[in-house]
């Protein structure tokens, strides 16, 4: 029994280190491929603007999240170092994180390269607030900007008064920069505010939100030009001879801008913690650990990516894990459990743009997982890796197992002490020899005695007379 445990010790222990070796192997393999996306961007952005002067047309036409923020501080960046005459950055977006959108505006501002938003389609909630950062707005026919209240993650307005504050004081900030009348950004903003709006001729009533037309945001100052394509844009600004770098993201990037999305990331965490749990308590290496680790891994992949997580971080991860698995097999009362769980968390929390929003969504994947363990662990417990460490056959009477002869018919039989009983000793009952005890008396050798009890192998014996004055 005791090789057979061994045996399935050294099976687990194995497969935890497939388990690290795999998140080990691949998530380098995905970084250094990130890296040469990278690098084979940045050296064609080198190559094409030797001569200087360089339009960069760079498109975000996405919600704006942390992975656009993350592609555009790369796009600017780039043009910095090339010194850049200007940045045509195609905006076409419903919104998105407020966060974000401050980062991507802080990046405007404090960049070499002055920037010239073109709006194709829409501009709206975070997008009007990238957009007032830059010093020119070129809207296309059809087009709006605007309607930037702050909602929830289900669209719903929120009305704390010191969010909308907050908000709306940042939308008049970024219209104050270049000249623009802040009243429009509150009236874009404060869902509560009654402001009049002469230049368009109406005015924004309380419970309504202001929104502007290409027409109406050059009437209001908001816009510069009305343009039908980058093309125009870029006559009506006069760069026509200028060298086009066009900056897209690349492969990685826009699978990084989708895995560090809320919903994604949490559904990353779910898979790859109840995937690792079930590996580690049912046997066999198969599904359940691949998929687990490979949530991981594109969890911390895109998070790199994304310029989020560095080499700290998944070496956390990697020596939680460790941790974790160490707990199943060395007793140290929950110590290495629980710095395992810490490094862990402080992986996953280091990797993340925002540390709080990391610990919610890891706090509803712990959650999730736990139910989902439970339930596959209640199936399947017949199985678990706790069974194998625990001897459930039984070898009763029942089934023919008998450990030893019952002696219970003996009592009341008699025979002779064949050795003096101090009290141990043995007799001779009908030709057996037996070893047996007394009560405690002495009995000296060749004296009757009677069997008065039997206990399994434990026999009881007293001398004959002193049974029979009883």
Request: proline fraction near 3%; glycine fraction near 10%.
């Amino acid at each position: 029994m005791y090789v057979r445990n061994l045996k399935i010790v050294r099976h687990s222990v194995l497969r935890c280190a497939v388990l690290m070796l795999l998140a080990v192997v691949l998530l380098p393999w995905f970084a250094g491929t990130s890296a040469q996306a990278a690098a084979g961007a940045e050296e064609q952005s080198k190559a094409a603007s030797t001569a200087g002067g360089a339009l960069y047309i760079v498109e975000a036409k996405q919600t704006v999240e942390a992975g656009l923020e993350s592609f555009l501080e790369r796009a600017y960046k780039e043009a910095d170092e090339a010194h850049a005459e200007r940045v045509l950055l195609v905006l076409n977006t419903f919104g998105g994180r407020v966060d974000s959108a401050e980062g991507i505006g802080e990046l405007i501002r404090s960049s070499n390269v002055p920037t010239t938003v073109f709006v194709e389609g829409k501009a709206v909630s975070a997008g009007t607030y990238i957009a007032l950062n830059a010093e020119q707005i070129v809207m296309q026919p059809g087009s709006t900007i605007g309607a930037a209240a702050v909602v929830d993650g289900s669209g719903s307005l929120i009305d704390n008064p010191k969010t909308i504050s907050f908000w709306t004081g940042e939308m008049m900030e970024a219209a104050r920069l270049h000249g623009r009348n802040p009243d429009y950004a509150a009236a874009m903003t404060d869902v509560n505010a009654s402001i009049e709006l002469k230049e368009i001729g109406r005015n924004k009533a309380s419970g309504d939100i202001l929104t502007l037309t290409a027409s109406e945001a050059v009437e209001a100052g908001y816009a510069e030009h009305v343009a039908n394509s980058v093309g125009e844009t870029i006559q009506w600004l006069g760069l026509e001879g200028r060298t086009q770098i066009e900056i897209e993201p690349s492969w990685t990037e826009d699978l990084a801008a989708w895995l560090t999305s809320p919903v994604i990331v949490t559904l990353l965490l779910i898979l790859g913690i109840a995937g690792i749990a079930i590996e580690m308590l049912l046997p066999g290496f198969g599904i359940p650990g691949i998929v687990g680790i490979v949530s991981f891994v594109l969890f911390f992949f895109g998070h790199y990516v994304a310029g989020f997580a560095g080499q700290e971080s998944v070496l956390l991860f990697i020596l939680g894990l460790a941790l974790l698995a160490s707990e199943l097999f060395i007793p140290s009362f929950g110590i290495l459990g629980t710095l395992g769980a810490i490094a862990l968390v402080s992986g996953v929390v280091t990797a993340s743009h925002d540390a709080l929003t990391a610990l919610y969504a890891l706090l509803i994947a712990f959650v999730v997982a736990a139910v989902i363990v439970y339930v596959l662990a209640k199936k399947y417990s017949h199985r678990g890796i706790w069974n194998k460490f625990i001897l459930r056959d039984k070898l009763s009477t029942e089934q023919g197992y008998v450990s030893n002869p019952s002696r219970e018919m003996m009592i009341g039989r008699t025979g002779i002490a064949l050795t003096p009983l101090r009290p141990a000793g043995a007799v001779d009952i009908d030709g057996e020899k037996l070893d047996v005890v007394t009560d405690g008396r002495f009995i000296a050798a060749g004296v009757p005695v009677v069997i008065v009890a039997a206990e399994g192998a434990r026999i009881v014996v007293k001398e004959v007379h002193t049974t029979t004055k009883e």
